[in-house]
């Protein structure tokens, strides 16, 4: 599906409702679709209701559509439910520049979750582990008959690990790891259940007491890899040539990868990208972003969590690797229409292709950032989106909005205080 343009003008020059016309056609979405992504009917407030604690109503989200992604060579609209200016158009840049190698391509590995147990009151740790792993596959098999569907469809319990933490603040103790396949899911259910299920087992067996049993949101096994190339002629732009924009978006990254400083604002700017799919479709943005972090400190030391260096032909190229537990079954994904319906406008049908998707974008957006900040610097083309935010909170209407942000951006004084006097100007 390669972009199309309506009436000779381009995604971003349409109206909205112009837009979802578009996506309607390209992606052969039902009138149900349409009315949930146009936000005409989405989450109610009795559905809501139903999903948490003490609800009083819903809280929405712009939900904007990158363009131009080509992800393992499927061309894919990518919904980003996201408040921040300048991401969607960002990510959509760098996916249009990635489309002269190809685009991006990525894969997962199994997704396999850990669940923790926590033993306590031992007083021979070495031989409570060596008991508990010499009945290892007693304990898998019990924590199968949490959810037998599961084994059915190729997942379940698939390994045992029993760690021994010799220094904390309450002494030793040891953590049985039980490692899942969730298949489709999330997770989360199925490894809180399993780990559960296995408290009475292994305080038998190690004659110790149980207390903490809850997954891990360092889902070091459950990683996302994505790659890309980027021509280093199609970086050149306005004064810049593409080696100069490519040699400073090397270096800006060598900041990142030395400096934890630097580097908690790059993975930010990863996240700019990952956690507004995610949020798109229901599921867990906090867990992702704990894993994401956690996995950049891995060795010791924050650090950054993608790669990007010079290819053998000059090109730049980029990798990210992190965990990313999401799914498409299960918890607000399947509860929340809009969740569903943005899986059916990317084509997505599993959890591994939902990973690859995002890991993608995670990398698009994380390129946006350091082609900006080697270059013009960040504030130019954020300022100039920031700007139409900033003539709103003035309180402009209408076409005003537009006009009202070009001069800020004119003047370079994209603050409210000098909105409105603007504003009052004009009134007067």
Sequence with gaps: ?????HHNKKFYHLTRLERLAQLKAEMHLSEADMAVLSGEKSLSPVEADHMIENVIGTFSLPMGIARYFRVNGREIPIPMVVEEPSIVAGASFMARLSLGT??????????????????????????ARMKLLAVKESLLAEAAKVDPLLKELGGGPKDLEVRLISESPIGPFLVVHLIVDVRDAMGANAINT????????????????????????????RLARARVTILKNDLAFDGFTGKDVRDGIIAAWAFARADPYRAATHNKGIMNGIDPVVIATG????????????????????????????????????????????????????????????????????????????????????????????????????????????????????DQINQLAEKLVQEKAIRIDRASVILKEWRN
């Design 194 to 221: 399993a780990v559960e299920r296995l408290t009475h087992r292994v305080e038998e067996i190690t004659g110790g007491r149980v207390l903490l049993r809850i997954l891990s949101n360092l889902a070091d096994r």
């Design 1 to 5: 599906m390669a972009e199309k343009e």
């Design 102 to 127: 190809g685009g991006f391509f990525a894969h997962t590995t199994a997704p396999e979750m850990i669940g923790q147990v926590q033993v306590l009151d031992l007083e021979d740790l070495s031989s």
């Design 283 to 398: 599921n867990d943005w906090r867990a992702v972003e704990a894993g994401a972090h956690a996995y950049a400190a891995r060795n010791g030391r924050y650090t950054s969590l993608s790669t990007w260096e010079k290819d053998a032909n000059g090109d730049l190229a980029g990798t990210l690797e992190m965990p990313l537990a999401v799914g498409t079954i299960g918890g607000a994904t399947r509860v929340h229409p809009a969740a569903q319906a943005n899986l059916r406008l990317m084509g997505i049908d599993s959890a591994s292709e939902l990973a690859q998707v995002i890991v993608s974008v995670g990398l698009a957006q994380n390129l946006a950032a350091l082609r900006a900040l080697a270059t013009e610097g960040i504030q130019r083309g954020h300022m100039g989106l920031h700007a139409r935010q900033v003539a709103i909170a003035a309180g402009a209407k209408g």
